[in-house]
């Protein structure tokens, strides 16, 4: 019923805002603090990208994706970016929120330890503490992970720790190891050296689509103009950052204090590699392919109990993006 919904106020909607008509105030609610990865954003409204689609974009910091997933699902925000795990999850809880852009095709997630602390690899996590934030997306999908790498779920102690008191907490043993995305890698190596202990969940087997632009769907179905205009929009801004990241990256360092513009040109580079995707290059910049979805749906549903099973094709939507808008080959 939404796909239909959707399909027929597309068709009857203009292609992007009206430069006549009142901005539409936007709130992106982010999965994390802004890092590199979130340049285009800030690159797209300092350039009045956003502002030229009839979109007055303001960009919130968030406290994980499970968060973002929440305050998206019930229309606090009406857009946010999430990780499509959690994005499944949350559906399967009620969560009112649609997949509308992909953005890592590649999962990020990885876990972080010290060898020096006696960890060798991922069967010597069962007893030891993971410290991540309620919120985060890699704590929401750890089930899904340790029962792919033999490890009884129930066997690790969860610690509450802020998003960007990961690091500190591991090198000063409050906790055992924790999860981070790849895009932070540098971050962590720089830091721990060669006493780094380094998993990549796609080594074990897991990689399913991760971070996503995702909209509250009552907002999708009521004002899908707005919707597709941020979009495409995104959608522009991350093809531009692509071929030119280092106006991006000072966009975003110039929004936001305490980063710098080499870290965060690191962080964007690791990011690249998550975006690269054959779909992104032959289909659409952020399209999710159905066969895909469905196997990260069979992921969730076999590791997660979802108080309402759905149909996940309405859990995501290719209809918003420009296909014209790829990355180059």
């Excluded at 008509?21 to 590199?36: K, Q, T, Y």
């Excluded at 040109?265 to 690269?276: G, K, V």
């Amino acid at each position: 019923m939404m796909a239909r919904i959707l399909a027929a106020a597309l068709l009857a909607a203009p292609a992007g805002g009206s430069p006549a008509a009142a901005a539409e105030p936007l709130a992106l609610v982010l999965n994390f603090v802004a890092s590199g990865d979130h340049a285009p954003y800030s690159h797209a409204r300092a350039r009045g990208w956003y502002a030229a689609a009839g979109i007055d974009l303001s960009i919130e910091p968030g406290q994980g994706s499970g968060a973002a997933v929440q305050k998206v699902g019930v229309g606090r925000n009406a857009v946010g970016i999430a990780d499509m795990g959690s994005v499944l999850v949350g559906r399967g809880k009620g969560a009112d929120v649609v997949a509308a852009m992909a953005i890592y095709a590649n999962s990020p997630f990885g876990m972080y330890w010290l060898k020096s602390s006696g960890i060798a690899g991922v069967k010597d996590l069962a007893g030891k503490r993971l410290g991540a934030p309620p919120g985060d997306a890699g704590r929401i999908m750890w089930p899904a992970f340790a029962r792919k790498a033999g490890i009884d779920p129930a066997s690790v102690t969860m610690v509450n720790v802020a998003p960007l008191a990961k690091l500190q907490m591991l090198k000063s043993g409050g906790i055992d190891f924790t999860q981070s995305f790849y895009s932070g890698h540098a971050f962590f190596a720089k830091a721990l050296g060669d006493d780094m202990g380094y998993l990549a969940w796609k080594d074990v087997g897991i990689n399913p689509y991760s971070n996503a632009l995702v909209v509250n769907g009552a907002f999708l179905a009521g004002k899908p103009d707005v919707a597709r205009a941020f979009v495409r929009t995104t959608q522009r801004a991350f093809r531009a950052c692509w071929e030119a990241p280092r106006p991006c990256i000072e966009a975003l360092v110039a929004a936001n204090s305490g980063l710098t513009v080499d870290n965060e040109l690191e962080t964007w580079r690791l990011t690249r590699e998550l975006m690269d995707d054959r779909h992104f290059r032959t289909t659409a910049l952020g399209h999710f392919d159905p066969a895909r979805m469905a196997a990260d749906y069979a992921l969730v549903a076999e590791h997660f109990t979802l108080d309402r099973p759905f149909d996940v094709t309405g859990a995501y939507t290719n209809a918003l993006l420009d296909p014209a808008i790829r990355l180059p080959d």
